[in-house]
């Protein structure tokens, strides 16, 4: 079993930065991959990034050129650089963790883009 913990979400106004982190714990040995999904209110959860290693990360299209995902392996966590943020951007973040006996969720940080 896998724990993750999300944190940094906040209300920032368009054009801002801010940087998710998620830190695991348990049997992060197993951890195969972790990423990134949001869901805005009312709308399904969409995948937002999604990290191997440091050279094998992917991307929804709509943040490829502002988001930047990263993994610090020794710490056991996965972080979410998010910059020039837009009113649309606003969801809850939930990270992930796969492992082979499948995929661990976090409880979701909020994130509010708005002036």
């Known amino acids: 079993q896998v724990q993750l913990v999300e944190s940094g979400g906040g209300l920032v106004q368009p054009g801002e930065s801010l940087r998710l982190s998620c830190a695991a714990s348990?049997?992060?040995?197993?951890?195969?991959?972790m990423g990134w999904y949001r869901q805005a209110l009312g709308k399904e959860r969409e995948f937002i990034a999604l990290?191997?290693?440091?050279?094998?990360?992917h991307y929804a299209d709509s943040v490829k050129g502002r988001f930047t995902i990263s993994r610090d392996v020794a710490k056991n966590t996965v972080y979410l650089q998010m910059n020039s943020l837009k009113s649309e951007d606003t969801a809850v973040y939930y990270c992930?963790?796969?492992?082979?006996?499948?995929?661990?969720w976090g409880q979701g940080t909020q994130v509010t883009v708005s002036s």
């Open positions: 992930h963790a796969d492992l082979p006996v499948g995929r661990h």
């Open positions: 990290i191997f290693s440091a050279a094998s990360a």
């Open positions: 348990g049997s992060t040995f197993s951890i195969n991959a």
